[in-house]
Each structure stands twice: as C-alpha cells, then as structure tokens.
C-alpha cells in the first residue's frame, strides 16, 4: 500500500529537521520579543523609546502661533502654559469663555514663575462648539486674522463615555465630536497652513485607538478612526509635496480634573474602584504636556504617553498581538462586571441622595460587596444626564476636551433601570411605540456575579500586569 504524500514528506529526515527548526526559530522569536516587551515597559515607564531619547527643541515654538482646543483644563491648560512660557502666541478654545479666560491668567502666572513675561495681548481667546461645526468656518477665519497664521494646532477636544450596548445615540454624539468633527474643523486649519508653506497639526487621540476594551466600544472606534485618519492626511500632505507635518499622540490614563468628572460625576458621585486606581496613579497632564512637546518638535509621527501597565499593554499589541489580544478577550467578562458595578453603585448613590436630601423614598437596594463608604457630604449627586441604564453619561474626557453630554434626563435613565430590576416594562412612546432608546435598554443584560475559571485566569494576569506597573514606575522620572 502506497504513503501518503505528507507521510512520505515528512518521514524523510530533512523536511523534518526544516520543521522543528522553524519552530524553534518562531518560540524563540515570540520569546525575545515578549522579553523586549517587558523590559521597554519596566526601563522607559512614561512614554515610547524615541520620545525618551529624544530632546526638545524649544526654540520650535518660539514666536509661533498655537491653537489649542480643549485648552481650559487638564491637558490643554497645560500645553498652554508650556508653550505661553516658551514664548509662543497661544489661541485658546473650548466651549465656555470664562473657562479661556481662567486658562489664560493661568498661564500667564506660569510663565512670570519661570522668568518670561507675558500679556493677555499674546493669547487669543475662542470659544466654540465642536458639536455645531456650521461654526467652524467663521472661527478659523478668525483665528488665523489674529496673527496673519497658525503655525500648530493640537486638537485636544473629545467626549467619552463608558457603558455597555450604549443606545445610537450616545454612539453619534461620540462620533460626532470625537471624529467627525475634528476631521472637518483640521481639514479647515490645514487648507490654511498650505497656503502658507509651514504648520503641525497634533492630535491628542488615546491608547484605546490601539486597545479596545469592552464598553469603550464608540469611543475606541472613533480615537481608532481618528488615528487612521491622522496617518491618511499625512500621507497625502506628503503626496502633494506640503512640508505640513501630522503628530498623533496616545496618552494612557491621566491624572486631570476631567478625570475626576469622569471618576466622580461632577466630582461627587463615587464610581468604581478598579477604575479609580487607573486613574489615581495616571501620569500627570503636565508630564504629558512635556512630553508631548517633546516628540513633536522632533516630527515623531506618533508618541505613546502613559505609565503601566498601559505602556506594557501597547508595547504586547505592537510585537505580540496575538498574546495581547488573548489577555484582553479573557479579560472582557471581568471588565463588564466592573463597568456594570459601577454604574449600580451610581444608581444607588442618586437614590440615596433623593431619598435623604429632598424627602423622596428610601433607596430600594444596597450597594454591592466592597463599596468604600464615603462620608455623607460626598453623597450629593449632581450627575450629568445619560440615557442607558449600563451607560455611563458622556463626560468631557481626561485628555482631550469639551463638549457637553448628551441630554437624556438623568431622571428618566434612573428610574429606567429601577423598574428594570423589577421586572416592570420600559415605557413606550407616546404612539405606543417603544423608542429605539428603549430598545436598547431593553436589550441590555444584568451580567452574572461569578466569576468562572477563564475570569479567573483573566484576574491573575491582570493581578501580574498591575505588579509589573507599579515595580516599573518605582523611580520614575515623571511627575
């Protein structure tokens, strides 16, 4: 009886050795680039290797013209009083004037601490809404008439929002703003900077464009539709031969006062506890700022900022995506009951407080196993409006800006999700229709409270990774 072909193939000595060669060669290529992994993330703690390498050059800046959206707080007003200090004309935007103003006297303090004095005629204050873009046009055109040019823009306005299954609403106003709207409103500023033969254009994105996590889905679809297109425009700018260059920068978590609106609605309300300390021991908006400047006056065309295990996470997605990807998918059941969790707790607070603060019933439930308790004065829920009952209200994020949530009344999404755990129906629409918000509320789940052997797994990794977060951040050099 005749071998098959692959048995013959195989039973000669050479194939063979060609097999267990290449085998070899693959396990030890996997091996030394999960050993680079770690030891980048353990040696260079708060950024990328060529940003740590690399110096800034200061005189970059120097009597040019920024633009700076999202710059009232966190680390938009940290760009501005580093850049005000390296004597550069700084444009500032956000939604509200009184916030500019505030950034801007700001700014000028920081400058007088370390020796460069400035006035308020070096800043140029201008608010606008990055959900309105009819406007846009009307403010670059203004912008650029203050000085003749602009010479950088970092676009670093945004919203976030976490939640799971979060209704297409949320889904559009986090697109809108996060993507669409900076496409529109940077195509406008590089027209300009064509014209004149010079400019940069920054883009304050996330980690997330690179690892999507569970309920971020809209908003790492639009930092990942952002990232493609930062590489996509400075592709073509070079296709036409514009010396117009394009920086995008990744930070990790962030320590910032929109953090805290994000960690506590409105800096009240307390949210979950995993997420707390992400935040809590995030890199500072001022190092981020530093580094920022850093890698962009050097023309890097992407900058990863953050401290670990974030820095670990996208060093693994970068060289070993397959194992990066298999710890974050065993990871996602975990990170939803976190999520859920933490929107329970949030539900249970605004109860308490309606219940103790105006006279209302009693809360209906208590909060989970775990929960810290918190003194009654931090128990006052001034919530910004969302519209799921597994969602969380889109907060102006950490890093990036200023649009206000969308304006489902917080009320109704509360009550929602009361009658929900019940078992009572959601209310139809006024046709006896369920609305699509409905719907989607409808269709969210309460997840389980076990954890079974895979969530199981999933923790002691993740256990792993925080260790080696916080044994690389020991001696770190930032802020």
Known sequence: MEMPA??????????????????FLWTSATLLRLLWVSMAALLLRDCDLATKLLTERKTYWKNRVAWITGASSGIGLSLCRLLAARRCFVILSSRKKEDLISARDDAIDYSQRHGVKRSPEDFLLLPFDMKKPETFFGVVDEGRQWKGRIDFLFSNAGVACRGMMLPSSIDNEILQVNLLSQMEFVKLIVARMI??????????????????????????????????FSYGLSRELRGMGSPVRVTTVLPGYIRTSLCDRELYADGTVPKGVHVAKDIRTGLSSDRTAELMLRGSSRGLSEIWIGKNPDL???????????????????????????????????????????????????????????????????????????????????????????????SVPYEMATHAGERRSRGDSLPPAKDGKATAESKSRANSRVLPDAYGPIETVANAISDAVSQLGRFGSMGSDTA
């Open 6 to 23: 692959v048995v013959q193939f195989l039973s000669a000595p050479g194939p063979l050795l060609a097999l267990v060669f290449f085998f």
């Open 195 to 228: 014209q004149q033969q010079y400019g940069h254009i920054i883009f304050t994105n996330s980690m997330s464009a690179r690892t999507t996590l569970g309920g971020r889905t809209a908003y790492s679809t639009a930092k990942g539709g952002l990232l493609n």
């Open 312 to 406: 670990f996470y996208m060093y693994a997605m970068y060289y070993v995506p397959d194992i990066a990807n298999l710890v974050v998918d065993y990871g996602a059941s975990s990170y939803a009951r976190n999520i859920e969790e933490e929107i329970r707790q949030r539900r249970y607070v605004a109860r308490r407080a309606r219940g103790n603060g105006t006279g209302g019933p009693p809360p209906v439930d208590e909060p989970g196993a775990g929960f810290k308790k918190r003194k009654a004065s931090e128990d006052v829920v001034h919530s910004a409006p969302f519209s799921s009952p597994l969602s969380f209200p889109p907060e102006r994020h950490q890093r990036d800006g200023d649009a206000s949530p969308a």
